[in-house]
């Protein structure tokens, strides 16, 4: 068996290749980040371009370094949701077309829900595990039941705490820092954050501290922010384009706030396993997982809180959190194995009716 990853969701063009064991036979990774830095933003119509012009050479440079051909491959899984509807369409289009072409079956991929499964690649992570997934579209606690049953918790009722870091990287102009000026506003942040003197400068509000219930919100941080900045620009005319210790302050305190918030959401989710039974007594787990579980202070504190409810810790090596093709291979090669949403008619199929994690039953702690 040998399973061909698509990634187009974002702004990333990924493939790669793994084998029956799951093991990574090759990758090739296009990312988009330094256009979109340089424009602000992720524009639509120019990440739909890029992925255009990087889908033909990621796939033959991944199949180069694999000395395989497409004829050797036994499946081609792509990402078909959630995502840039114009980035998306780009990786299901040539997948249909090398799947048209090579006669064989498509497995389509949740973007979310591939998040959710790379941690089994690497750890012995068996069903059923608590599942925080933080990204830069999504904030979401699910339960994680089986390869293709979601139990979903809670989600962002606003924007997501990868969407907040950027934002706050933008306004900040921290790609005018020379040593911050390649990084992603979630890693931008973290290491604006390291230099922090007196975080306690700003004094920023625990989103939902009342709310009794999984979900999140980072609009009012972003609000508290800015709020911030602003009055420091007025103070002292800062200008945010160098590390002066205001901004390193006001990043370490978003950051903090942040990782507080996702602290008590997952707490509130473990609670809410305990009381369903969801996830057996002698065997919890955390997965943490998406982009922002790169980052080491968010995920040392879930790693520290979840200790006093018994629960062990987990997430995908770093590479693996951020978008890649690896993820969707593997979530493919997990769907083949049970003989899952193996498509060979897909023309005729709607590619998109068959991913759930989302849309499954919406339970929120009471
Ligand atoms: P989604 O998975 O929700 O569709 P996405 O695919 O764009 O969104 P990912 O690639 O999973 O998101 O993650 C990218 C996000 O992770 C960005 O918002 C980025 O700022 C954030 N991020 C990356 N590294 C770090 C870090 N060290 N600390 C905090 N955030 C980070
Ligand atoms: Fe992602």
């Known amino acids: 068996t040998l399973i061909f990853g698509i990634e187009t969701s974002c702004d990333d063009t990924g493939c790669a ?55 050797d491959i036994s499946a081609i899984a792509v990402t078909v949701k959630p995502g840039l509807p114009l980035s998306l369409a780009v990786g299901m289009k040539y997948a249909k077309h090398l799947a048209r072409v090579n006669a064989k079956p498509i497995i389509p991929i949740h973007h979310m ?7 089994r690649m690497e750890h012995n ?24 049953k979601f139990l979903l918790l809670g989600k962002s009722i606003d924007m997501a705490p990868g969407e907040l870091f950027d934002k706050i990287a933008r306004r900040m102009k921290l790609r005018n820092v020379p040593e911050l000026s ?8 973290e290491t ?11 004094n920023l509000p625990i989103p939902l501290v009342q709310v009794k219930d999984c979900n999140f919100s980072f609009n009012g941080l972003k609000t508290s922010v800015l709020y911030h900045l602003r009055k420091k620009e007025k103070e002292h005319k800062v200008v945010a384009d160098a590390l002066i210790p205001e901004i390193s302050n006001l990043c370490c305190a978003a950051l903090i706030a942040t990782t507080k918030h996702l602290v008590h959401r997952t707490q509130r989710a473990m609670q809410f396993c305990s009381i369903n039974n969801l996830i057996p007594e002698n065997n919890k787990r955390l997965v943490v997982s998406g982009g922002v579980a790169c980052n080491n202070y968010i995920f040392n504190a879930l790693k520290a809180a979840s200790v006093d409810y018994g629960y062990n810790v987990y997430r995908p090596s770093m590479k693996l959190c951020t978008d890649n093709g690896i993820m969707i291979a593997w979530n493919g090669l ?4 049970k003989n899952l949403d193996i498509m060979t008619n897909f023309n005729t199929l709607d590619l998109e009716a068959t991913s759930q994690l989302g849309e499954s039953l919406i339970d929120q702690v009471a």
């Not at 090739?28 to 119509?45: A, E, F, T, Y």
């Not at 230099?195 to 400068?201: I, K, L, S, V, Y």
């Open 334 to 337: 997990e769907k083949w194995r």
């Open 192 to 202: 604006a954050a390291l230099r922090a003197t007196n975080p306690e400068m700003f």
């Open 113 to 119: 829900e591939a998040h959710a499964l790379t941690v």
């Open 125 to 148: 992570v068996n069903f059923p595990y608590l599942v925080l997934l933080i990204s830069g579209g999504h904030c979401l606690l699910a339960v994680v039941q089986n390869i293709n």
């Open 17 to 71: 290749i793994i084998n029956e064991e799951g093991n990574i036979i090759a990758e090739s990774l296009k990312s988009q980040n330094l256009v979109h830095l340089r424009n602000g933003g992720i524009i639509p119509d120019v990440a739909q371009d890029l992925h255009r012009k990087y889908i033909e050479p990621t796939v033959t440079e991944t199949l180069l370094k694999a000395n395989l051909l497409m004829k």
């Open 182 to 189: 390649t990084m992603c506003g979630g890693q931008a942040v």
